[in-house]
């Protein structure tokens, strides 16, 4: 499991090029200093951080999005720290490679993107998901698999994401900024 001083670790090595983005990264490290045990467990009811990706192709022209069954709408790919993933980096990454069924996946050294929203995940309690987003891209010819954690995936322009709360349009103008 990602241990709260390695996530603080990345989110101290990253610095964010705009005051919002670095206003949400000190909150996300606050928060990490307070709970030093289980801010990346999904036990803690409080919040907890998430790692998620927006998972380009090989041109950078598009973005693989999931329908999330119990959001209902179409999100950047990612979900809960798990054991096993020594960083949000790799957790990111892995959630990629199993929600879009993908081999190949390169992800980025350093996050692009924070948000924080609220939610009530699999403990069935409200919560906050403090998401560390990643920027991840396919290699040529990729072909996505649909998995049990999505009602669907589609390609979509990067420049034309569905509609919806902001977040996913900011992440893709901090993901093309970076292309």
Known sequence: MVKPAAAAEELLAWHPVDDGQESVRHALLA????RPDDACDRSCV?????????LVDATGGHALLTLHPRVGKWLQLGGHCEPGDPTLRAAA??????????GGLT???????????PITCSLGVPTRHLDVR????A???AVERISDESDDL???PLDALPAGDGSLAALARACAAVL
């Open 134 to 137: 990643y920027l991840v891209r």
């Open 31 to 34: 928060f990490l200093d307070a």
């Open 107 to 117: 992800i980025g050294p350093s996050p692009v993107h924070l948000a924080v929203h």
């Open 93 to 102: 990454l892995r959630e990629a490679e199993e929600e879009s069924g993908i």
């Open 154 to 156: 589609r390609w979509w």
């Open 46 to 54: 409080p919040g907890h951080l998430t790692a998620s990706a927006l």
């Open 139 to 141: 290699p040529a010819g």
